[in-house]
């Protein structure tokens, strides 16, 4: 019986190895911390451009309510928030739901960025979303180490609106996702964005047979001890 017990139990070590990690952009955001793990926050002058991380953590002065914090740059924006406790209005005109970031560009055109760095080499599955916030048009982003991999955009006066992706990615130790905001066609007006996405590293998820194999050898394994128990 402890044979068999030892024998479950490492199975269950097997399979707890082999949950697939996954990283959560808005669920492991820091207010303090940036780089925080393989997430940072900042701009790119232009499209795939060179990253700079924010190095100003509090609310932006645009926003009217200080529990809508995160990083910002340059004193106001590009920026990267979080609602804290609860959806946030900011500057009177626009709400931040929980469990969202609000990614906003600059006026001469700075991208505000999410970056990913990936702690090691994988296939990722990346899953996620943007929305409009205010009445602005943006154009957003998902690139792999600085090249468009997903071009979105979401439309003026379309409050409300979302546009998702899903992408599967190979990624080297140190490569990048950014998921960039830009303020779009219609130039700088009402560009707060939401942003979330959640990376998970496919290469670690066992394929259904892989499972099936790992439970027909513990039922195996555990018929035999039984048969053995019985014949001594």
């Not at 990690?21 to 820091?30: I, K, L, P, W, Y």
């Not at 892989?210 to 039984?226: E, M």
């Amino acid at each position: 019986m402890f044979k068999t017990a030892r024998l479950v139990l490492c199975v269950c070590f097997c399979l707890s190895s082999l949950n697939a990690a996954s990283f959560h952009a808005a669920g492991d955001f820091s207010t303090t911390t940036n780089p925080n793990g393989p997430w940072s926050y900042g701009g790119t002058p232009t499209l795939g451009g060179t990253f700079t991380a924010s190095t100003i953590a509090g609310p932006s002065p645009s926003c009217s309510n200080s529990n809508l914090t995160g990083w910002v740059t340059a004193g106001d924006q590009p920026y990267v928030l979080s609602p804290l406790g609860g959806q946030q209005d900011c500057a009177g005109s626009i709400t931040v739901p929980t469990g969202v970031l609000d990614m906003h560009p600059t006026s001469d055109g700075i991208y505000s960025v999410v970056r990913f760095t990936s702690p090691y080499a994988g296939i990722f599955d990346v899953t996620g979303f943007f929305q409009a916030l205010h009445y602005g048009d943006t154009d957003d982003h998902v690139l792999a180490s600085g090249t468009p991999i997903t071009n979105l955009y979401l439309q003026s006066n379309h409050q409300g609106s979302v546009a998702g992706f899903s992408l599967t990615v190979n990624l080297n130790a140190g490569d990048t996702l950014d998921f960039a905001v830009g303020m779009g066609s219609n130039g700088y007006a009402g560009d707060s964005t939401a942003f979330d996405a959640t990376i998970t590293d496919a290469s670690q998820t066992p394929e259904p047979a892989t499972w099936f194999l790992i439970a027909s050898g513990l039922c195996a394994a555990t018929v035999l001890r039984r048969r053995s128990a019985r014949s001594v």
